[in-house]
């Protein structure tokens, strides 16, 4: 349920994503000319921000949009002129680590709440000892029958020394069973952090890949405007007052 739970959250960020796209602005610069007129020459330019961007030409990096999304969802996207789409991986990025937070601290408390538990039923001290020891405590009565049972096994390394503070009898096999299950209830939660990782690392690979894709189709838009000629003529003053003709020619560069 948790897997499909964050797997949903980084699948609905991804169509977020894609859906947010928009085409970055092309830059124009507009050539003017007044033909019968004695109004000069004059040139201007619109999509300022596009302006002084990779040495004057507005194009940007896809490996470096890629890295900066690599490293933090959504900045490759700000980079690339299209935060739109990155604000949705940031979105999930916290929900992500929020939820990491809350599985570690929740399983933590249930952890040391039955290790408590084993204290109490179990007689022994739970410090210092091992995951292992714990599955084993969680498995078996007391210490003699864990050793009787690896001697069967011949597996005399495995064995617990009930002298070295590693001696545990149960008050009732009920109580083993409790504790059995909450120590299994922790670690399901605790390994829950697993899944919340591998959710985050596909987070960056979303944003990384979307926002090389977002770089190089602002790049691919810049290439196709380029050298785009625009005509267009009026009647100066008016078809009532005329006194020239404007031409004006627009290129994209």
Do not use: C
């Not at 050793?147 to 011949?154: F, G, H, V």
């Not at 267009?232 to 078809?239: D, I, P, T």
């Amino acid at each position: 349920m948790v897997r499909f739970a964050l797997s949903s959250l980084v699948l609905v960020s991804s169509f977020a994503v894609m859906s947010a796209q928009e085409p970055s602005p092309p830059l124009r610069k507009t050539l003017k000319h007044d033909l019968f007129s004695a109004e000069p020459f004059t040139s201007g330019t619109s999509a300022p921000a596009l302006q002084n961007q990779e040495g004057g030409s507005g194009r940007k990096s896809p490996a470096l949009a890629a890295l900066l999304s690599l490293a933090v969802p959504g900045l490759g996207e700000h980079y690339a002129g299209d935060f739109g789409a990155g604000k949705y991986l940031v979105a999930a990025e916290g929900a992500l680590w929020i939820t990491y937070a809350v599985f570690d601290v929740y399983g933590t408390s249930l952890r040391d709440d039955a290790h408590t538990f084993a204290a109490i039923h179990a007689g022994f001290d739970p410090a210092g000892k091992g995951d292992q020891f714990f599955v084993d405590v969680g498995n078996f009565i007391n210490t003699q029958e864990f050793n009787e049972k690896r001697l069967q096994d011949r597996l005399p390394e495995r064995l617990y020394d009930p002298n070295a503070g590693y001696r545990w009898q149960w008050d009732s096999d009920a109580a083993r069973a409790e504790f059995k299950s909450k120590r299994i209830s922790a670690e399901t939660v605790l390994n829950n952090r697993k899944f919340v990782v591998a959710a985050v690392v596909v987070n960056h690979i979303v944003s990384a890949i979307n926002a090389a894709r977002l770089a190089i189709s602002h790049n691919h838009a810049l290439s196709e405007s380029l050298g785009a000629l625009d005509l267009r003529a009026e009647v100066m003053g008016g078809w009532a007052n005329p006194h020239g003709i404007r031409f004006t020619f627009t290129r994209i560069f």
